[in-house]
């Protein structure tokens, strides 16, 4: 970006000459201009090569509800702020939940028609990120100038399997770790002609209408395309947990806190167990996490005085338990005279944090309707609707639950899914499922490592083949740190 009278030459004029030549045509650049030199020299970009910033589309992974749509916002001022500094012409920031009111938005490639339509001409790279991943804008444009986005390109911060896991489907069975797939707090990018190309698939070969389970996971089995398409190719730039001089990008990895953690008296929670695990399971829950919660019953086919456990009247199924967790919902509302503002509904085999749940639902207005857990999604490249499962835990606010028993939607039968069928209700409803990746379906071996560390995980489900109470006491036993900042008059 130096002048032309700048440039250097190996000419005989003297020396002083050419300083007052270099002099003159700066001085007689625009403010503006200087100021853009400057910053382009601190930066070390030069845009006389490679991509500006006009050409990145930023896409914030963001959700409706009002707490995650005000964090996407204050992301997406951040990076235009910083883009102001460095060019006159600012990139496209997008919030994914304004780009569509379809119900799969949050998996992405519904909306790769939109991206290739809209962005094919003018752009270069989609860049995803989430809500706390944050972003050094001169550092990202200087990774991505290392790549030619004439090309197909998937970036990202690569995770892999340390075994075969079975929110995976148990996938690469034989070598787990040969797959790799983004981590989408670290931020992942695809090159216009990959999103072009993808776009293309998706006409003449449309989304099958089967589980969103793992969107990293899938989205990179969906790319890779038995080999038919790219791998994952990983950027050292694009970091999480750890924060160096070299990093693109960053995570802000800790757990929300608005003002003050919701008081243990305002969660009721809901166990469903039965006769056959009252002595497997019910005793780990009392060692582990029992003693959080100031509210607590378990629902069961048997009543049994020494635990205790209440009988809902409603027989025991070996699957669905759709019959059982709709009574819990009738019991707790109309038979919960202290107006209780939250329920949480977990398995026998659930091990979960009350207090960091209390800290993450000071984030929440109770008085709305809010269904919050691990997300989800069935049949949503049709019309399919999206879902909380249970075994992760189930949180629902007062009205949530007032507003879907209001609307007679129920159980096609006792052992119907639960989850799925509450999914389809709520779609109905038009309430959308809050996500949080703190709540997890599976047990800590099925993520990868690299995933969790820069978690600070509320749930994990399924006693199988570990020691459910070392896991408890490794990854959800409160600290002493977090003992005293969940004490009512305290907060962060």
């Avoid at 909306?111 to 990120?129: A, D, V």
């Avoid at 694009?238 to 953690?261: E, I, K, N, Y």
């Avoid at 189930?394 to 006792?414: D, G, N, P, Q, T």
């Avoid at 900042?485 to 907060?491: A, N, R, V």
Wanted: hydrophobic content about 35%; charged content about 25%.
């Amino acid at each position: 970006m130096q002048p032309p009278a700048c440039r250097v030459r190996r000419l005989a004029s003297p020396a002083l000459l050419a300083l007052l030549a270099c002099s003159a045509a700066f001085a007689s650049m625009s403010e503006d201009v200087k100021k853009e030199v400057k910053d382009l020299k601190k930066s070390g970009i030069s845009r006389k090569n490679g991509i500006d910033l006009k050409e990145i589309v930023f896409v914030i992974q963001s959700q409706s509800n009002s707490f995650h749509a005000k964090k996407a916002e204050q992301l997406k001022k951040i990076i235009l702020k910083e883009a102001a500094n460095l060019t006159q012409e600012l990139p496209t920031v997008l919030l994914l939940h304004e780009l569509a009111q379809q119900e799969g938005a949050w998996t992405i490639l519904p909306l790769l028609p939109h991206f290739s339509g809209t962005y094919s001409r003018n752009s270069s790279w989609i860049f995803f990120c989430e809500e706390e991943t944050r972003i050094e804008i001169p550092k990202l444009l200087e990774t991505l100038r290392r790549y030619d986005p004439s090309k197909e390109w998937f970036l990202g911060k690569a995770l892999h399997d340390e075994e075969s896991s079975v929110i995976h489907h148990y996938a690469f069975s034989e070598n787990p770790t040969v797959f790799k797939y983004p981590d989408f707090a670290a931020g992942w990018a695809l090159s216009i002609p990959l999103v072009n190309k993808l776009n293309k698939r998706l006409k003449s070969e449309p989304l099958k209408s089967d589980f969103t389970i793992d969107l990293q996971h899938e989205i990179a089995l969906y790319i890779w395309d038995k080999g038919g398409g790219p791998p994952l190719t990983s950027v050292p730039e694009f970091c999480t947990d750890r924060v160096d001089s070299h990093c693109a990008t960053q995570f802000r990895s800790f757990l929300p806190l608005c003002g003050q953690p919701v008081k243990k008296e305002d969660i009721f929670v809901a166990v469903k167990t039965c006769k056959q695990f009252h002595g497997e399971r019910i005793p780990i829950i009392k060692l582990t996490w029992e003693g959080q919660a100031s509210l607590i019953e378990y629902y069961s086919d048997y009543a049994e005085s020494s635990i205790p456990t209440v009988d809902l009247g409603i027989p025991n199924t070996e699957r669905g338990h759709c019959g059982k967790t709709f009574a819990i919902l009738e019991r707790f509302l109309n038979h919960n005279r202290d107006k209780i503002p939250w329920l949480l509904i977990v398995d026998d085999d659930t091990l979960i944090s009350i207090s960091r749940l209390r800290h993450l639902l000071s984030c929440y207005d109770s008085s709305k309707p809010i269904v919050l857990g691990e997300r989800y999604g069935y049949g949503l490249g049709t019309d399919g609707y999206s879902y909380v499962t249970g075994g992760g835990g189930m949180v629902f606010s007062r009205e949530a639950i007032r507003r879907l028993l209001a609307s007679k939607c129920r159980c096609h039968s006792i052992d119907s899914p639960d989850d799925m069928v509450l999914g389809m209700c709520f779609s109905g409803l038009g309430i959308p499922m809050i996500h949080s990746p703190l709540f997890h379906q599976a047990r800590p071996t099925d993520y990868s490592k690299d995933l969790l560390s820069h978690q600070v995980p509320i749930s994990f489900h399924k006693y199988w083949n570990i020691d459910p109470v070392k896991v408890y006491f490794t990854w959800l036993a409160p600290s002493e740190e977090e003992k005293s900042h969940t004490k009512d008059t305290k907060c962060f």
